[in-house]
């Protein structure tokens, strides 16, 4: 089994975050994203899409999209559980991860893909209007997780999930993306510290 | 238990199918959409995204995100298995689904919402250019389609999953989106005969 990994963008790093909280080591084969090695003819063969990362099985079985990767993994190891547990608090966990997802990760995304001049070669047509209009997008968004992060010490709930993680990789995206979190997000800002802090933030 | 309905929208019509694939009678509750109805105080106060479908339980939880909603219903009531079944099938499940939101279902929506002149008031700023960019998005992601549907009587396999409901939901806007799926997809269009022959696409 290897995971074709793609460094520093946010879906990878949320697959080797989620291995390192499971405490899974994977065999990993980097690619290098900035020089599109993601649209070599070996990772092309490996998943039409271009994306990282992927999972290749020992019987040449391939798995793409990063929280479907997880989820195999979570099935194979259930503890501890990252995606929730009993109907309720999986319902929750799948709602939050899918917030942030298509609310929070997607416009900060967007925001980069469209307005950073080296993604010019990524983003065909690249649309620096609706890269900017992402970023308001974003920002109005945190307000809902900081209301969220007042009652909850993580964001699905009281325990550590999938989300926390998707909602950290896009935290740390705001960066490149030109996107500054507002100061008066105080449950925000504790929530991003203490989990910048768990020895996974580094995977 | 009710359910906030959204009519003819993708996500209310694939919370739909899904419980008339599980046989399941949830009271739902229909939301107006074309009257802007998913942005009544009530909607809001359930769901702050104001998006449908909204699930509300007995004790006042809300489940937003309709694959959350689903996921409630197949933890609570698992058979027909709809999200696949043993770690590799529930995996396969979830990359199919997740390839077809982000890579078909989100480039038909965002030709819709950014080309379409009722969607002005939806899509703030509408940006046309950006919606016709994603029109051969949607076509290329067809051709994956076919090829995977030449060897599988479903999209994720042999067994009917969440994966064909959100593709059938998303091959049937194709039409208000203005896209027209190529004749010569002919496992693509099989499928959507079959599928769309269920009981459940009446939903």
């Known amino acids: 089994m290897r995971l074709f990994d793609g460094g520093r963008a946010p879906n990878p790093r949320r697959a080797r975050i989620f291995l390192a909280e499971?405490?899974?080591?994977?065999?990993?084969?980097?690619?290098?994203?900035?020089?599109?090695?993601?649209r070599s003819?070996?990772?092309?063969?490996l998943n039409p899409l271009q994306r990282l990362p992927v999972l290749?099985?020992?019987?040449?079985?391939?798995?793409?999209e990063s929280v479907a990767i997880c989820r195999y993994f979570?099935?194979?190891?259930?503890?501890?559980?990252?995606?929730?547990?009993?109907?309720?608090?999986?319902?929750?966990?799948?709602?939050?991860?899918?917030?942030?997802?298509?609310?929070?990760?997607?416009?900060?995304?967007?925001?980069?893909?469209?307005?950073?001049p080296a993604m010019k070669q990524w983003e065909v047509p690249q649309i620096p209007e609706?890269?900017?209009?992402?970023r308001p997008k974003a920002v109005e968004f945190m307000s809902l997780l900081d209301q969220q992060l007042a009652t909850n010490t993580f964001i699905a709930g009281n325990r550590f999930s999938?989300?926390?993680?998707?909602?950290?990789?896009?935290?740390?995206?705001?960066?490149?993306?030109?996107?500054?979190?507002?100061?008066?997000?105080?449950?925000?800002?504790?929530?991003?510290?203490?989990v910048s802090s768990r020895p996974s933030a580094k995977a």
């Open 74 to 116: 979570e099935e194979l190891h259930p503890e501890p559980p990252l995606f929730g547990e009993g109907p309720l608090g999986k319902a929750l966990v799948e709602m939050w991860n899918r917030r942030v997802e298509f609310h929070f990760l997607g416009p900060v995304s967007t925001a980069f893909r469209h307005t950073h």
């Open 22 to 38: 499971k405490e899974l080591n994977i065999p990993l084969v980097p690619i290098d994203m900035g020089a599109l090695g993601h």
């Open 41 to 45: 003819d070996e990772i092309q063969s």
């Open 162 to 194: 999938i989300a926390d993680i998707t909602l950290l990789v896009s935290v740390d995206f705001l960066k490149p993306a030109r996107i500054t979190m507002p100061d008066e997000l105080i449950n925000l800002r504790r929530w991003h510290e203490a």
């Open 56 to 64: 290749e099985l020992d019987d040449g079985t391939v798995i793409t």
């Open 130 to 134: 609706w890269g900017e209009a992402n």
